[in-house]
């Protein structure tokens, strides 16, 4: 689950980091009212949206005045801004957040993720900050160090000291490096996040580390854990057909290509996904119903993927195992009766009760075209939306 800005930034403010002082407000007479009480020369207005690349995008303002912040704001808010991350679709603007200005003197970049080949936790930071980390990667390797520690109560100050070193700090503000390392590394573990990251971190004319800008993202299965967090989920912010995926709990995400896939198992979605690009398409979701799906859930899962639009053809694999073929294939007829199928619809299944599956859509007067295995089924939907 992501979480704007401003939230991410309230959340550091309670692990002790340093972020500058900021209101938001879903509405510019808000805005205005919140923002009057702001002490500062310059005002920094930002676009709230789930996304990256914001400020190319036009969505980060500087503003002299309470005057000009309105006008910047009621330009902003309802705009669509497409970045790199938003895709060509791009994100509206449905909140608004503004902060004080800082006296940068330099920029960093610093974030913390899950290393799941090493089983530990990676702290990635670089003296490239205010940059996408992708293209200083490319470009630069040498600026960016990773640091891997260990999962523990705590982080040492050896570790903190490596993951700073890279900032060339003097002596007085080496101290808050290594403070603002142990904080993100607790709100980290006990927040069960995924990803933190401050793009860039600043260090001040003053002397000071700021948190300039803050991504984060937590762990799903974990947040029954977290009614705080929660708390912070934005709808808008969220595909249609991803937040009702989510109330049948099924594992989906929307891509950006032509061929729907229902599987059972999120290894053998990835091999379907692989396979639908090998043959020159691209799939249009990633989804994984589950092991012990019901025929019900199957149902909504085909009722999903042809919501979307983009779909020119279905693409069914199941292997069955705890997931049985005939519930799969009665979850299928059901669903076909009650949206109307105008897509080719491509099946393959094997495995437990695989004989009744096919016996099921074979007598269900569905227009569907049977494969035989994997790379089969793959070049059929391709043929077949051609």
């Keep these: 689950m992501n979480i704007h ?10 692990y002790g980091a340093k972020v500058p002082d900021g209101v938001y407000a879903l509405d510019v007479n808000e805005l205005l009212e919140k923002a009057k009480n702001l002490k500062t020369d310059k005002y920094v207005l930002k676009a709230q949206i789930h996304a990256g690349g914001r400020g190319k995008a036009g969505g980060v303002k ?8 309105e006008t910047e704001a009621k330009s902003l808010l309802g705009k669509k801004l497409i970045t790199h991350q938003t895709g060509p679709s791009g994100r509206i603007v449905k909140r608004l957040y503004v902060e004080v200005s800082s006296n940068i003197d330099k920029e960093f970049y610093l974030s913390c993720v899950v290393d799941r080949a090493s089983s530990k936790i990676a702290f990635i930071s670089s003296d490239q ?14 600026k960016i160090l990773t640091t891997k520690v260990d999962l523990d109560n705590e ?8 993951i700073i070193s890279i900032f060339n700090l003097d002596e007085e503000t080496k101290e808050q490096g290594i403070s603002l390392i142990k904080s993100i590394y607790k709100l980290f573990i006990e927040t069960d996040a995924n990803l933190i ?8 004319k003053e002397k000071e580390l700021i948190c300039l800008d803050a991504k984060m993202n937590f762990d799903g299965n974990a947040l029954f854990r977290h009614p705080e967090l929660i708390e912070l989920r934005d709808l808008n912010e969220e595909e249609e057909t991803e937040i009702e995926a989510s109330k049948h709990d099924l594992a989906y995400i929307k891509l950006d290509g032509t061929i729907g896939c229902m599987v059972n198992g999120a290894g053998l979605a990835m091999a379907t996904m692989d396979i639908i690009k090998l043959y020159g398409k691209e799939p249009a979701n990633f989804l994984d119903v589950g092991g012990g799906a019901s025929k019900e859930k199957v149902a909504a899962a085909f009722k999903i ?8 053809g279905i693409l069914i694999n199941i292997f069955g195992g705890i997931m049985r073929c005939d519930v ?36 269900s007067g569905l227009e569907l075209i049977s494969a035989s295995d994997l790379s089969d089924a793959a070049k059929k939907i391709v043929e077949a939306i051609k």
């Design 129 to 142: 900050g205010g940059m996408d980390i992708e293209e200083v990667a490319i470009k630069s390797p040498e």
């Design 155 to 162: 982080i040492s100050d050896e570790n903190c000291n490596k």
């Design 197 to 204: 990251e401050i793009n860039p971190l600043i260090l001040t």
């Design 62 to 69: 500087i503003v002299n005045d309470l005057k000009s912040l």
């Design 305 to 312: 993927i042809l919501s979307d639009k983009n779909v020119k």
């Design 5 to 14: 800005e401003h939230q991410a930034k309230n959340i550091l403010r309670k």
């Design 328 to 363: 799969l294939a009665q979850g299928v007829v059901d669903a076909a009766k009650e949206i109307k199928m105008n897509v080719p619809l491509v099946v393959r299944l094997a495995g437990t009760n695989f004989e009744e599956g096919k016996k099921i859509l074979d007598n």
